[in-house]
């Protein structure tokens, strides 16, 4: 069973910046895509960013463009993703997740979540 291992959320004000990080473990694809999903109080999860196994590859929604950077870790089991300029409409408990691809909509392994808490 795939193992994702959250970590860097916190409380920050507004125009600050975090840096989440997830570590995965008992992929059992030789490659595979990683990203980050939020979820708000009392709305559903939605895309944040994924990167492709290469690192190469990667996607933001609009909301993030400009703002987040998700890159990979010397190992390729690991994500990061840097935010800046954080809004308090960041705020929600960010999952990683894995897929077999960068394709948003093929993760299909989850980890526990990271709270962030951008304050006005």
């Known amino acids: 069973q795939v193992q994702l291992v959250e970590s860097g959320g916190g409380l920050v004000q507004a125009g600050g910046s975090l840096r989440l990080s997830c570590a995965a473990s008992r992929v059992t694809f030789t490659s595979y895509g990683m990203g980050w999903f939020r979820q708000a109080p009392g709305k559903e999860r939605e895309f944040v960013a994924t990167i492709s196994w290469s690192g190469r590859g990667t996607y933001y929604a609009d909301s993030v463009k400009g703002r987040f950077t998700i890159f990979k870790g010397n190992a390729k089991n690991t994500v990061y993703l840097q935010m800046n300029s954080l809004k308090p409409e960041d705020t929600g408990v960010y999952y990683c997740?894995?897929?077999?691809?960068?394709?948003?909509?093929?993760?299909?392994?989850w980890g526990k979540g990271t709270l962030v808490t951008v304050s006005s």
């Open positions: 997740a894995v897929g077999r691809s960068a394709n948003p909509g093929g993760m299909d392994s």
